[in-house]
């Protein structure tokens, strides 16, 4: 059943969101946009004194948290939780071709990558279930449905993303939950632009050749779509993958 009364458009007033990552890129935007929109948000970053930076500009909370820390992850929830929104957003890249890459690099992107994710919605379950209301989204990557030459072992622990989001709306749409994953093309962050600093110019141009919009994306691009998959209006879509790349994959 919907919310009895659900909340304006765009608003989420008295909600209570997680985002990890928050302290910088796309994970800033959506602190920025929760906030604008009502909702207390708690950033949790590697990265404090971002993170605190932040806090203090959009009106928000900070906690350092190493998301791939599962330990760390149970405290930071019970501590600062229950939350009624969790944005599993905070990644990490590396450029080299698999062939090149080792167990350890191996181990760190998934560790990061996909098993913070487990973490982190292992954490909130519990208190939204109870709750009967929930809102999961996760950020993946366009990589992850099309490959990626140089983030072999990224794209697969993002494809694991996307297939933990289809199970996770499954489980828990008797409480209310939805789960929904974002699949970003290439957005203009730090990530983004350490990536250019390795692969120069060629590397830009080859991006944003693969997109239709031939641009790169905005964080607040993405943003804006967890904004609308956090929304008493997205109330009916749970287990889907939204892409936001500019037609990225589409040819042209
Ligand atoms: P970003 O600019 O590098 O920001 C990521 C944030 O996550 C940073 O503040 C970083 O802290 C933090 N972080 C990294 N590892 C962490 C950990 N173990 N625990 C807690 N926080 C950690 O990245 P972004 O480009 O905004 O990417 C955000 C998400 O979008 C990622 O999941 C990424 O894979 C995905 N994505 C990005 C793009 C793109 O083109 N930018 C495309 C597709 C998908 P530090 O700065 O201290 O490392």
Known sequence: MPAASPLPFGRLDGRRALVTGGANGIGAAIVRGFAAAGATVVIADLDAMGAAALAREAGASAVRLDVSDTGQVHEAVATHGPFDILVNNAGIDQHAFFSDTTEQDWAKLIAVNL?????????????????????IINIASEAARLGSKGGAVYAAAKGGVISFTKSIARENARYGITANAITPGPIRTPML?????????????AMTDTTLLRRLGEPEEVAAAALFLASDQAAYITGETLGVSGGMGLGG
């Open 193 to 205: 632009e350490q990536a250019v600093a390795e692969g120069g110019d060629k590397l830009l141009r």
């Open 115 to 135: 098993v913070s994710v487990l973490a982190c919605t292992h954490a909130v379950l519990p208190a939204m279930q109870a709750a009967g209301f929930g809102r």
